[in-house]
């Protein structure tokens, strides 16, 4: 079976709008269990109306952002810590 | 730079019975937030919880044993396609809500998965809304939501929850799961209900 997923990669474009620091080697624990990766891990489902990213351990939701006209939306309640690395 | 991606099937020929913003497409585009949940017939349910926790369920047998109809409806994604005239086949909700006390005002379509989404009751019901098993005559696949979904073709179909295994009703509107994210609380294709305050 065709993965339905991208991976995490697709998220960093869209952060930048966000965050001033890069977030692709950024690190994230999440809030379902516990399971600590990169940004580029997370599984990215983008055929909907938002980008949905989920653990690759227990599939929950660690990251949703959603662009409208007017705003971009993100929920990061799925995702407990986000560690990012500063410039040496 | 887009992060939505409407039109990613590509782009039909506009038709003058859309949708304002639609597009008309010929496949069947499947959206999802997640993996395809595979929910067996023998242990599926669908719950009906009211605001006092009173619960009504249906088990895969007791479903297909109530009253069915087969509708032709006309589908509205909010990433913008439309498609025409799909047939499907299920219970309506009237049907099974019928003997469920309540006086609540809302309902939350929950999903196997994980997935919700709010609607005001009085949208699940008088021939609006149905817990569909069959689409162009097969029994519908999980890609399209099946066992059985929600189908509420009046409204974006982010309304019409894949997966579906339960309503919960409620005095209050829960916002679900991209209602919380911008969408639009009720979501009317024909009044381009796309985005919170549209
Ligand atoms: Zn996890």
Redesign the pocket.
């Known amino acids: 079976m065709t993965h339905t997923y991208v991976d995490g990669n697709a998220l960093a474009g869209p952060l930048a709008d966000l965050f001033a620091v890069d977030l692709t080697t950024a690190v994230l624990r999440?809030a379902?269990?516990g399971?600590t990766g990169p940004l580029a891990g997370l599984h990215v489902y983008q055929k909907a109306p938002g980008l949905v990213a989920r653990?690759p351990?227990?599939q929950?939701v660690m990251v949703r952002l959603a662009r409208t006209p007017t705003r971009v939306h993100l929920d990061l309640h799925g995702t407990l810590a986000l560690a990012v690395s500063l410039p040496s | 730079m887009s992060i939505v991606t409407p039109g990613f099937h590509g782009r039909g020929r506009p038709a003058a019975d859309l949708p304002p913003g639609q597009y008309l497409t010929e496949d069947f585009p499947v959206l999802s937030a997640g993996p395809t949940p595979r929910v067996p017939t023998g242990s599926w349910t669908f719950t009906v919880t009211t605001e006092t926790g009173r619960e009504y369920r249906w088990t895969w047998a007791e479903l297909l044993a109530l009253p069915a109809e087969t509708v032709t409806v006309d589908l509205h994604c909010v990433t913008k396609w439309s498609k025409l005239r799909t047939t499907w086949r299920g219970v309506p909700l009237d049907t099974l809500l019928a003997d469920v006390e309540t006086a609540a005002d809302f309902a939350v379509a929950e999903s196997y998965g994980g997935y919700t989404t709010n609607l005001p009751l009085a949208d699940l019901l008088d021939g609006q809304a149905w817990i569909a098993y069959s689409y162009e005559g097969e029994d519908l696949t999980a890609e399209h939501g099946g066992p059985a979904r929600l189908l509420v073709p009046h409204l974006y179909l982010w309304k019409s929850a894949k997966w579906v295994s339960g309503i919960r009703l409620s005095h209050d509107d829960e916002p679900g799961f991209w209602e919380t994210l911008g969408y639009h609380e009720y979501g009317d294709p024909w009044r381009e209900q796309r985005y919170q305050g549209d």
Do not use: K, L, S
Request: hydrophobic share 10%; net charge positive; charged share 10%.
């Open positions: 999440c379902g269990c399971r653990c351990g227990c929950a």
